[in-house]
């Protein structure tokens, strides 16, 4: 049982570049989030996504874009990159129904330089 | 909007009880939730408990909520160096679709 995996697990990018996270679930999860940790911050919502095609703002969108063509699979997108943007980035799942908890993966630290 | 606090730093001597607190601001959440991280690691759902509920009991791990004051704690007993982690409380709201709001996270440390 795979579950929530997350790739590349570190990346270092420049200033300026475009950089892509992966997220991939097994469990058919409805729910997709993306979040972003730093020192001080806690974990703080990026985007998150109800259903393939279906997306909204977090509390931090701006400089990221997503897109879930399918229910596994939701990637975040740096359009281009800046060193406030250097950040350990989670993706979480979570089903529909239920007590509402979610589920992580390892986690991406992105280093942008 | 909705506040989540908790202490930054905890420590403890090995085989001693921990009592981690986090109070929150909401009075419409619904449900409240303990996570663990491990260093390197995700985010790991420890407990919940619902926000009609005082005491919720898993083993080693006992969770308090006073709605009254808006105060979870997350008692873990016979605490182990394996504990030693940064734990995270959140909470749902009831106007909220899915989303949690977390608190900054109290790191644990257990000594031996």
């Known amino acids: 049982d795979a579950g929530i995996t997350q790739s590349p697990r570190y990346k270092i990018t420049e200033t300026g570049r475009q950089v892509t996270l992966m997220c991939h679930q097994t469990?058919?999860?409805?729910?997709m989030f993306w979040y972003r940790q730093d020192l001080g911050h806690g974990l703080r919502l990026i985007y998150y996504?109800?259903?393939?095609?279906?997306?909204d703002k977090g509390e931090v969108p701006d400089g990221y874009v997503v897109s879930r063509s399918k229910t596994e699979n939701f990637p975040l997108t740096l359009e281009s990159a800046t060193r406030s943007q250097t950040s350990v980035y989670f993706c979480?799942?979570?089903?529909?129904?239920?007590?509402?908890?979610?589920?992580f993966g390892p986690g991406t630290r992105l280093t942008v330089t | 909007g909705e506040d989540v606090e908790q202490s930054l730093f905890l420590s403890v001597r090995e085989g001693d009880s921990s009592v981690i607190n986090c109070t929150y601001t909401?009075?419409?959440?619904?449900?409240l939730y303990w996570y663990k991280q491990e260093p390197g690691a995700g985010l790991q759902l420890l407990t919940y408990?619902?926000?009609?509920?005082d005491m919720k009991q898993d083993q080693r791990l006992t969770v308090l909520l006073n709605k009254k004051d808006k105060h979870l704690s997350l008692r873990i007993a016979d605490t182990q160096t394996g504990d030693s982690a940064i734990y995270f409380c959140?909470?749902?709201?009831?106007?909220?679709?899915?989303?949690?709001?977390f608190g900054s996270g109290t790191q644990l440390t257990v000594l031996p």
């Open positions: 408990i619902f926000s009609n509920m």
């Open positions: 469990w058919s999860h409805s729910y």
């Open positions: 909401d009075s419409s959440s619904t449900y």
């Open positions: 996504s109800a259903a393939a095609d279906i997306t």
């Open positions: 979480a799942s979570s089903e529909s129904g239920g007590t509402y908890e979610q589920y």
């Open positions: 959140a909470e749902k709201s009831s106007g909220s679709a899915r989303q949690l709001t």
